[in-house]
């Protein structure tokens, strides 16, 4: 996968997990509304509100990733790995374009 595909596929999933975090925090925050009146519905809502969190979580580690590999494209060291300094193989950009080490360093 070439550099300009690569940052441009990053930057889509930048934008599209921002949006997912937006939504989260506004289930968070109660945008939607407040919690039922009946005590059923209530801990059914606060099961939810766990998923969301652990929703968010993932989508916020994943953002991290991505933000990092786009500054490591953005200082032309995105197709290398960041602990090794061997060139991550075109097969692992594509299956996880955010990634910042080669195969072997994420195995050890």
């Known amino acids: ?5 690569r940052k441009a596929l990053l930057e889509g999933l930048r934008a599209e ?9 506004d289930h968070r925050h109660r945008i939607s509304g407040v919690l039922d009146k009946d005590l059923e519905d209530q801990a059914t809502q606060a099961q939810n509100d766990e998923v969301v969190d652990g929703l968010e979580e993932e989508a916020t580690e994943e953002l991290a990733q991505v933000e990092r ?11 290398r790995c960041e602990k090794c300094g061997d060139p991550i193989e ?12 080669c195969k072997n360093c994420v195995a050890s």
């Open 17 to 25: 997990l921002r949006e997912r975090i937006q939504r989260y925090e």
């Open 90 to 101: 075109a097969g692992r950009l594509e299956a996880l374009p955010y990634t910042t080490r």
């Open 69 to 79: 590999a786009l500054a490591r494209i953005n200082a032309q060291l995105g197709e």
């Open 1 to 5: 996968m070439d550099k300009p595909d």
